[in-house]
């Protein structure tokens, strides 16, 4: 899916567009300085849970099948196999939103080697190590994981992190015949399973993610707001499975965020914002509603394989230059579907799929990377730069209609939102913990019923003998 959209709407036509030749291959509500403290829940209570050890099997449909060592939670699941040849960044990777519902292989051999940090909160209230409070990728597979670790920041250990989000995790996978097969063949639906023995039978039924509406479990079910005390911009931003990085570059750079569910109307508010945006988000970009492409009028293709890793080389088309991005995706446009009022942005120069596009007269623009990837790279960090330019712009050129317009809500409005994202769907891997919790606390409470009904008859027993 078009991962970004920048946007602000002016009055009047900008200067005509000029990009370069395509290569052959390939509002009124804003933060108030009074407003209270931005409160967050405490950090999680980091339960210590059993790391399986077990036997465990990746089973990819119609294809090979690899076993290896449990070495996260025991339990088995089925998604999309897809793999990154990102060599660092395995934290922000895995509580990426995008990756909801997919098996993460990493082709980088040794993961785990500088463990998983603590759940510590920035001075914006945003988490500093991790994009989203929970593990998306609903499976790890890893050649060799680090049962040691050596960071700073660390405070657990990978393996015992994923068994705590209850993730299966399996290693001692030959991740270059996953990997190869994962290219050739494009990704593909696979399940792990944890467990002494292997029944090819209990494979058979793969849950295929791209059938589901990823992007609803994944947004928030209400507004919540991030305030931002040094700046007078405020930006609505449609929640698809938005990073805490892109809170990040907002809230650094003087722009308050309020961000909406996927699919709030924004149409009827976005009139007291300066600048509205849409975040990226996990799965097959037609169960969105206001993804830029597709409300362009321009189609989606599924890619082979997809772009994921640090290391990809887009192209600008407007300057020329090339940016190493940092890029999870398995969709992009179609560029020949392309209206005659957009044009081509930006170019993977690995495979020339799309990258971006961008409105030839208004300054509205989407890119399909990670301009912010906290693992980095941040060569293209400069596009927010250049949307809150646009903003600024389009807020000065509103005081001719209305010079007293303030984009400022009222402290009570702000004090009145959550903080943080709201009733987010939990993973499958927490909704069987929870579950198994629930179960834990029924047994519990039966055995203490049944211990309370023995007690009680044996003292009526005794009253009767006395």
């Known amino acids: 899916m078009l991962k970004y959209l920048f946007t602000a709407a002016p009055r009047g036509p900008l200067a005509p567009w000029k990009p370069l030749a395509t290569p052959s291959r390939y509002r009124s509500l804003a933060t108030a300085a009074e407003n209270t403290p931005r409160q967050t829940r405490p950090p999680p209570n980091r339960r210590s849970i059993a790391v399986s050890n077990d036997p465990a099997t990746l089973t990819i449909k119609g294809g090979p099948i690899f076993h290896g060592r449990s070495f996260g939670a025991k339990s088995n699941i089925s998604g999309e196999a897809v793999f990154t040849t990102s060599l660092v960044g395995y934290p922000e990777s895995l509580t990426d939103p995008s990756y909801r519902g997919q098996i993460l292989v990493f082709t980088q051999p040794l993961i785990g080697n500088y463990g998983v940090p603590s759940f510590a909160r920035d001075e914006y209230g945003l988490l500093k190590y991790f994009e989203s409070p929970n593990m998306q990728a609903c499976g790890v597979v890893v050649a060799d994981a680090a ?34 097969h994962l290219r050739e063949q494009g990704s593909s639906l696979a399940r792990i399973t944890v467990g002494e023995e ?23 079910k209400s507004p919540f707001h991030v305030p931002c ?58 169960h969105c509603q206001q993804t830029l492409g597709l409300a362009a009028g321009a189609k989606t293709i599924k890619l082979k394989y997809g772009n994921r ?24 446009l179609d560029p020949t579907t392309l209206p005659s009022d957009w044009v081509q942005y930006f170019v ?23 301009p912010e990837a906290k693992g980095g790279p941040q060569d293209t960090a400069i ?25 400022r809500p009222s402290p009570l409005l702000v004090d009145l939102l959550a903080k943080e994202r709201v009733d987010v ?21 039966a055995r203490e019923r049944i211990d309370a009904a023995v007690e009680g008859a044996q003292q009526g027993m005794a009253a009767a003998a006395a």
């Open 147 to 180: 049962e040691q670790y050596s960071h700073w920041t660390a405070v657990e250990s990978l393996g015992e992190w994923c068994a705590r989000e209850g993730v299966p995790a399996i290693t001692g996978v030959d991740t270059r015949a996953c990997v190869t």
């Open 198 to 220: 292997y029944d090819a039978d209990e494979d058979e039924a793969f849950v295929d993610p791209e059938q589901i509406n990823l992007v609803r479990q994944v947004s928030t």
């Open 229 to 286: 005390t040094n700046g007078d911009l405020h930006v609505a931003l449609i929640d698809c499975g938005v990073k805490e990085n892109i809170l990040r570059s907002f809230v650094s750079r003087g722009a308050s965020v309020t961000a909406f569910p996927y699919d709030f109307p924004i149409h009827k508010v976005a009139h007291h914002f300066d600048g509205v945006f849409i975040s990226n988000g996990p799965g097959d970009p037609t």
């Open 309 to 332: 890793a640090h290391n990809i080389p887009a192209l600008d088309l407007t300057t020329g230059r090339c940016h190493i991005t940092s890029q999870n995706h398995g969709y992009a």
């Open 348 to 370: 993977n120069l690995n495979d020339s799929s799309n990258e971006g596009i961008v409105h030839t007269s208004r300054p509205i623009f989407g890119t399909q990377f990670h």
């Open 383 to 407: 596009l927010f730069d250049a949307y809150l330019d646009s903003v600024r712009k389009y807020k000065e050129s509103q005081k001719v209609f209305a010079p007293d317009r303030e984009a």
């Open 425 to 445: 769907t939990p993973t499958q891997g927490m909704a069987n913990i929870r579950a198994a919790e629930e179960r834990m606390r029924g047994a519990n409470g």
